[in-house]
């Protein structure tokens, strides 16, 4: 593989800071903060302004709760990835990873605890 084609720091930081820059829309952005604000949730969860595109313009916390998990695998399976090629690399993935354990658990207990609109579902629990 010649110097050109290898995974570097510099590619690792620019997917961190579009993954971010994606899931703030449209929740960033001018996202309906009262709607998820509205959900019963944990005390950790995080701040309105920190949630994805499922929430705010689909409405739906149980696709939320499926994209958040997917989100948390992909990290996985990249942060695997890049510990082999670059360790520094894999320690901005590793941020990523870290967000999405804490951001995986509240979607999950806001799918399972309130109605989902667009899915037609009530509380699970």
């Known amino acids: 593989m010649s110097e050109r084609?290898?995974?570097r720091w510099c590619h690792a930081a620019l997917i961190l800071v579009g993954a971010n820059a994606i899931s703030a829309l449209p929740a960033g952005f001018g996202g309906d903060f009262a709607f998820y604000n509205s959900f019963r949730q944990r005390a950790i969860a995080p701040p309105d302004w920190a949630f994805t595109t499922v929430y705010f313009l689909l409405r739906s916390p149980v696709l939320a709760?499926?994209?958040t998990v997917a989100g948390l695998l992909a990290g996985l399976v990249s942060l695997v990835c890049a510990f082999r090629l670059d360790r520094l690399s894999?320690?901005?993935i590793l941020l990523r990873v870290l967000w999405l354990l804490l951001a995986?658990?509240?979607?999950?207990?806001?799918?399972l605890s309130n109605a989902d609109t667009f899915l037609g579902l009530g509380a699970l629990r």
């Open 104 to 111: 995986t658990y509240v979607p999950l207990f806001v799918a």
């Open 5 to 7: 084609d290898e995974f």
């Open 90 to 92: 894999a320690g901005f």
């Open 65 to 67: 709760a499926v994209d």
